[in-house]
T-cell receptor, first 115, second 115 residues
Framework: DAGVTQSPTHLIKTRGQQVTLRCSPK?????VSWYQQALGQGPQFIFQ?????ERQRGNFPDRFSGHQFPNYSSELNVNALLLGDSALYLC???WGKGRFNYGYTFGSGTRLTVV | AQSVTQLGSHVSVSEGALVLLRCNYS??????LFWYVQYPNQGLQLLLK??????LVKGINGFEAEFKKSETSFHLTKPSAHMSDAAEYFC?????????????FGGGTRVLVKP
């Protein structure tokens, strides 16, 4: 049973460009969350998608947007890239409704470098 | 709002010695608490979680953590360190009531195991 799959694993972009990162959740999971982990820091919550809608959002600018597809996979888009967007982007999938969302499974991440 | 503080960004232990990683949280509602481990160039792996059942939680790889409400702490321990425990460890808190159940992480503690 495949876990959470993220692509690509590494990416180098130039300032001002746009990037799309992709995530396939674990089988049976219907919720996808995205986190940004800067070097030497803990992951920071970007947003979460459930039933193809953004359910919750962290403190990130509108340059960060996302989408969830009917098959529960998700994309994270970042526009007008800044050097400070360089980070490991983690996708986490989970299952459950309402409060009981016990099981987050994380992917290995996409390492984005902005030059 | 919730927050997590991990005391000590780096911890060095000898192989066979006790591992103790400290985590204090802040939450206005009963929390879910988690410990994750991250190996180099990998995503996050769940070690254990507290979900308001037993206050002493046992996890994988011989780790355990104790929830102490009066101290707002959730420290992680392992009686005898192994070389394979060298990694970064993150404590995280989640809000039971929020539909999004986002995770709020601490800054992490990097563990070095000396032979």
């Amino acid at each position: 049973d495949a876990g959470v799959t993220q692509s690509p694993t590494h990416l180098i972009k130039t300032r001002g460009q746009q990037v799309t990162l992709r995530c396939s959740p674990k089988s049976g999971h219907d919720t996808v969350s995205w986190y940004q982990q800067a070097l030497g820091q803990g992951p920071q919550f970007i947003f979460q998608y459930y039933e193809e809608e953004e359910r919750q959002r962290g403190n990130f600018p509108d340059r960060f947007s996302g989408h969830q597809f009917p098959n529960y996979s998700s994309e994270l888009n970042v526009n007008a890239l800044l050097l400070g967007d360089s980070a490991l982007y983690l996708c986490a999938s989970s299952w459950g409704k309402g409060r009981f969302n016990y099981g987050y499974t994380f992917g290995s991440g996409t390492r984005l470098t902005v030059v | 709002a919730q927050s997590v503080t991990q005391l000590g960004s780096h911890v060095s232990v000898s192989e066979g010695a006790l591992v103790l990683l400290r985590c204090n949280y802040s939450s206005s509602v009963p929390p879910y608490l988690f410990w994750y481990v991250q190996y180099p160039n990998q995503g996050l792996q769940l070690l254990l979680k507290y979900t308001s059942a037993a206050t002493l939680v046992k996890g994988i790889n011989g780790f355990e953590a104790e929830f102490k409400k009066s101290e707002t702490s959730f420290h992680l321990t392992k009686p005898s360190a192994h070389m394979s425990d060298a990694a970064e460890y993150f404590c995280a808190v989640s809000d039971l009531r929020a539909a999004g159940n986002k995770l709020t992480f601490g800054g992490g503690t990097r563990v070095l195991v000396k032979p």
